[in-house]
């Protein structure tokens, strides 16, 4: 009875599946049915997508990693929406004429190659005078270009008046250059001649003069001298040699069309940003010449912001993503050639592929997400692997079905069974696992990580069903139809006779030594590789098994040194690589023209009128959509009249030197206060200062409207019309520099938040402040704070998730094991292969940033892949012996571990060509985590078994089950009796399986 139990669970004799009987019964029809079944979700794709469009599918270059619910980001984007909503422009403004408000800049840096030459050199300069005259000669210019008008243009600021000059072309021009050749910004009268002579032309000699003149004024300290904006922060003080040079080009609003510069101004930006892209982008990217760097930026005056970068994003994002067309010909190429037929790698491909659509729509409807970004492209090159694997597990499968015996290759659906009964088993188990890792990123913080996640899990869910529903299919066709086709549906009989074709018993050699010893039974139709696999890979590994542990120890052991120094990324996520104009060209301007504070200066502002408890509220808005960033919250109980002597105080307060807040104190630390300047104004027109007198406050408008004060207090002061006679004054601010710089480490930057914010809170009790209700107490953020907090939560949630993956794998493992060894064994060595993924990434010099954060999360989920087909291989292998069940292992999966691993390496190798270096380190960081993966699976993981993989009952969970039979795995000598004794055996399950019903745990796991 006992014996009738084993071969019962053991035997090769596979189930009679009736869910296949129409598939090898009428394989066309099935395969018909199940195509036509994915052409109709495509179909009801692409219905949705035309009736919904962006509403359905709304790709967008930008990826939301953020914290929407930090402090810090809510202050910083409270700020950014009391910005939109409290944006009144004063009554006398002279910004509706044509083009007359500056809104961007096209700024260019001139760096001599050698890094020792003077720019102001001859040839320099023709090659500046070149390119200026180039971007200036742009069809389009004139009607983007910030124009020039005369005093008398702008005195009148009545509509009749506007609408005239507007409608009127010889009263306005392009301003020419800010640049040393013209010396041209707005206000002409604070710069000297330039360097073209009365000709307009460039001349030695006229050029020495200017240039010493120059140079004997007080460059970078007096800002009337105002060749400092074009020379590098050296020149000057006798200093005739500039290192580099840089001009700028002016845009402006409102546009031809448009009535002011606030009227539409999103589709006036967009209309400009999109010609300054189109124009300037490609050409000022080849600008560089064999000795002079050309850099550029196209940036908000306001903000900063670099328009160029997105539209350069989005243009080579297509060319990038064109490479998802060579990763498909090739897992397409080598799917076929390894399989041996076009029509089984053309059905492969085309399974993977309409697993998007589906997967998408459960994304979208299921999961309610309306986000799909950079990451979610690259899920593309994740599944041409993982879909590739699956497909070598079935094939590869079905393939050996042939070898296991009379009763399982008698006939396409005995075949089919036994296949589709292992293979659903084995990928079940890695797909599992692969989704429990892609579902650990979606507990993220940041949308775009959790988005990923939950988008790449359902990617591989809907492949395994494919895999397991609908290639089946394919296969039955290729075996009634095509399997003999040499041209047309198969690969040359040549290749398939060198590579596919089994040997013949007699060409296989004897194993010299003594544990392959009867090894090479049941070798018969085997695949050259398969037997290599079986025979000179596993008695290496048997042979050596001491040398290779050794190895193994030393490299883990090197691998954790250099993964313990990780260490957080100070830098935002770079879009490209180094040496990329949109990548150098800040730190050249910081290197080469700063002047007094670093340009990576921190930030510190103090504001009022936000309400610092609740400063935004985000309800109704779109996680995933940086700039649906919500309404902001005004602070009820805010009074500007009554908290402005401790707005002062806090003024001069902020402008000592002080280590705990790192305020540098001195001139160049002054803070930017607009009260002490409008104070300083009244004192001028007689007015005494009495803050809680209302007509003391009517004086603003006359002092916001005189000369330059509305454009460089903008920024701090903001007001809404809100119907009556004057705008309401919303909120306001103060800003200063701190002596410290954006890239200190996370830690030390959000110590200085929470000083910072005890200080506002010990100012808040002094008696100046007493006006000021708790309530209404001012909010303070330094800049960047909300990208410490972000760095602080990336690096938990990195280590964390790849806990919850090691975690989920484990029970998942377990259960489909079913032995806790193999699963302890196994957590280990994808933990070994995380460690080796991390090191690689300190080996490169990166950092723990954004991506590498979400790469380091996905390794358990790549990893797990040929780690669980040789564990799930070694407990249902029948063998005796540790050595044999390794054999055995190997000798069935290997060829699929090694198929798979090979055609996810050539479906990421080609991201190595990507422009966006997103792409490149994902690339990198997949090849190297499949690399890893491969060979720890097939020499470290296989030489553990070797040494600690269990035999008979040790490590089965079953075994501590109550009311249990203790089963020990059909031996290799029980295997080998009889065709007699088997068929005796075979007579007997029954009587064994009403003898051990509800007593034998082990069957449900070997089945």
Known sequence: QRRAALVMVHSDKAPMLPHLKLTCTRPLLSYCGSCWAHILVLIIFVALFLS???????????????????????????????????????????????????????????????????????????????????????????????????????????????????????????????????????DVNILPPGLLNAAGQLDEEFKKAKVMGYSQAVIGRDPAAAVYQFTDSAFGNGNTVSRALRSEFRFALPLKGFDNARKDKAKQRAELTAWMAET??????????????????????????????????????TTDASLALLSFLFVWQYLSWMNGSWFLGTMGMAQILLCFPPAYMIYFGVFQQKYFGIFNVLSIFMILGIGADDIFVIVDTYNQSYTAGPEVAGSMWTRMSWTWSRASRAMMVTSMTTMASFLANASSSFPAISTFGIFAAMLVFVNYMSVISFYPTVIAVHETYFKEKKFCFGIPQVVKDKMFKSK???????????????????????????????????????????????LFACLLAIMVAFAARLEPDPDPPAMFAKGHNFVEFSPTKAAHFARGPSVYALKQRIVSGINPADPIDRSGTNPTNGTDIGTVNWDPDSDFRKSADCFLRFCGEVEKQSDRLATGGGAQFQA???????????????????????????????????????????????????????????????????????????????????????????????????????????????????????????????????????????????????????????????????CCVIAFAVFNGWKLGI?????????????????AHLAEAYVHSPKATREDKVRDMLGHVGISVLSGAFSTLGACFFLFFATIIFFVKFGAFIFATIAFSLVWALLGFSTLLIFLGPVGNTGYIYACLPSRTKVQPALESEASKPAAEAEAATAAQPEAQGATEGKQPAQVWAD
Not at 517 to 543: C, K, M, P, Y
């Open 52 to 186: 919904l469009g962006d509403d359905f599918l709304p790709f967008t270059a930008d990826a939301p990693l953020y914290l929407r619910g930090d402090t810090a980001k809510k202050r910083e984007d409270a700020i950014a929406a009391g910005m939109l909503q409290a944006d009144v422009v004063p009554v006398s403004s002279e910004y509706n004429l044509q083009q007359s408000v500056h809104f961007a800049t096209l700024e260019l840096l001139y760096v001599p190659k050698d890094g020792s030459s003077d720019a102001l050199g001859m040839a320099h300069l023709r090659t500046i005078q070149a390119i200026e005259t180039s971007i200036m000669a742009k069809a389009g210019f004139d009607r983007y270009c910030l124009k020039q008008y005369q005093n008398w243009e702008l005195s009148n600021t009545s509509v009749a008046h506007i609408s005239e000059l507007n409608k009127r072309a010889d009263v306005r021009s392009c301003a020419p250059a800010a640049s040393l050749l013209t010396n041209s910004v707005a």
């Open 280 to 317: 300037y982008t490609a050409e000022l990217l080849d600008a560089s010449t064999s000795d002079l760097n050309v850099w550029f930026s196209g940036s908000i005056k306001e903000s900063g912001e670099d328009i160029l970068v997105g539209e350069y994003i989005m243009s080579v994002l």
């Open 504 to 550: 013949e018993p007699a060409e296989v050699k004897e194993p010299a030594d003594a544990e392959a010893a009867g090894s090479q039974a049941n070798l018969d139709g085997l695949s050259a590789v398969e037997i290599w696999f079986h025979g000179t890979f596993s008695s290496f590994l048997i042979r050596f098994k001491w040398v290779i542990a050794i």
């Open 672 to 834: 930017k206060c607009w009260m002490r300047e409008f104070k300083a104004y009244l004192a001028t027109q007689g007015i005494p200062w009495s803050p809680q007198n209302k007509t003391m406050w009517q004086h603003m408008p006359a002092w916001v409207n005189t000369p330059g004060t509305y454009a460089k207090w903008k920024p701090y002061i903001h007001a809404e019309d809100t119907g009556g006679n004057l705008p309401t004054l919303r909120f306001h601010m103060l800003e200063v520099l701190l002596v410290k710089e954006v890239r200190i480490p996370y830690a030390e930057g959000i110590e200085l938040f929470y000083e910072w914010e005890a200080w506002v809170a010990e100012q808040l009790a002094t008696p100046e402040c007493a006006n000021v209700k708790d309530e209404a107490a001012l909010m303070q953020i330094p800049t960047r704070t909300s990208f410490f907090f972000l760095q602080e939560k990336l690096v938990s949630e990195a280590f964390t998730s790849i806990g919850i993956s090691l975690a989920l794998a484990f029970v998942i493992l377990t259960f489909a094991t079913g032995n806790i060894i193999v699963t302890g064994l196994s957590v280990f060595t994808i933990g070994a292969i995380v």
């Open 851 to 867: 991506l590498e954060s979400v790469n380091f999360v996905l390794v358990p989920g790549m990893s797990v892949d040929f780690v």
